[in-house]
């Protein structure tokens, strides 16, 4: 009897060591495996930036094509952000308070660029709008051009980017239900004060997530966009365009200006992390409402 009794005050003790190296080891290898990819390459990414020193990198971001670069890839997530937001706005309101046939086709078709690779959706792009596509003899019998020029870039953008700020609505909204809805429209309320002043305050946050989201994939894309720009540097060369193309030279110059311009567009991607950590930490009882975040964050 003494010694179950030993054992039973001794088992708990050692079951919680235990677990303490369970857990240890498991954030252990977490942090290697964060650390080995994503904190060494994107240090690696400054480390060769600089490595030629100053003057090669401040030549390789000031270059001219560069510069454009730059401007394009600023201009077609200005474009296509917006239409994003709205789609998003439209179908996650559609999908959580209405009902209707086809619904789930519609949920469904949200989620395609997900599974669809963005380098099919520069193909489909080229296929629909280019000089032998479907329209592409109507477009260019009325000296409008959409492949190889900036719609076709927005568009293979907005393609790949339009289910962030849906998917990040959707579950909060279904959560939410549409009781204040009812209760405003039953006070007199149009729909556009609904949505402003009912909807909008509601889903705020989450709809700034998404936002958020899309703008680092609009900004970051480079499968979809690298089809139908048609490489033409300083005209149709987004930023990851103009890394790839740059650092395809071959030359040690060459490699170096790609990293540099590489660091440009990691520093976006890191100007993005830092929004997203400030919301979520002083926002994030409010994003936690989306139970589909919730379950992932489980």
Wanted: charged share 10%; with cysteine.
């Amino acid at each position: 009897m003494a010694a179950v009794a030993a054992h039973a005050v001794h088992h708990p003790a050692s079951r919680s060591r235990s677990e303490r190296w369970r857990h240890a080891t498991l954030i252990a290898l977490a942090l290697l495996c964060v650390g080995g990819l994503l904190v060494l390459p994107l240090l690696a990414v400054f480390a060769e930036a600089f490595a030629k020193g100053w003057p090669v990198f401040a030549a390789a971001v000031t270059d001219p094509d560069a510069l454009a670069a730059v401007r394009l890839t600023l201009t077609v997530a200005a474009i296509a952000v917006p239409a994003n937001t709205v789609f998003g706005l439209a179908a996650a309101w559609l999908l959580t308070h209405h009902q209707f046939r086809g619904k789930g086709l519609l949920e469904a078709l949200i989620d395609l660029p997900f599974s669809v690779s963005p380098v099919v959706a520069g193909l489909v792009c080229v296929l629909v709008y280019g000089v032998h596509g479907w329209y592409g003899g109507w477009l260019e019998a009325h000296g409008l051009r959409v492949i190889f020029a900036w719609p076709g870039l927005v568009l293979a953008t907005v393609f790949v980017a339009f289910p962030f700020v849906a998917r990040e609505l959707i579950p909060l909204m279904q959560a939410q239900g549409s009781d204040e809805e009812l209760a405003a429209r039953t006070l007199g309320a149009g729909g556009w004060q609904i949505f402003f002043r009912v909807t909008l305050p509601r889903i705020r946050w989450a709809l700034l997530y998404g936002v958020l989201l899309c703008t680092a994939r609009s900004m970051g894309e480079f499968g979809a966009v690298s089809v139908v720009s048609g490489h033409l540097p300083g005209l149709t060369n987004t930023l990851p365009l103009q890394v790839d193309q740059v650092y395809n030279g071959g030359s040690d110059s060459a490699i170096a200006s790609s990293f540099a311009l590489a660091s440009l567009l990691a520093c976006l991607g890191l100007v993005t992390l830092l929004a997203k950590w400030l919301m979520e930490s002083r926002h994030g009882g409010e994003l936690a409402h989306s139970p589909r975040r919730s379950e992932s964050s489980a």
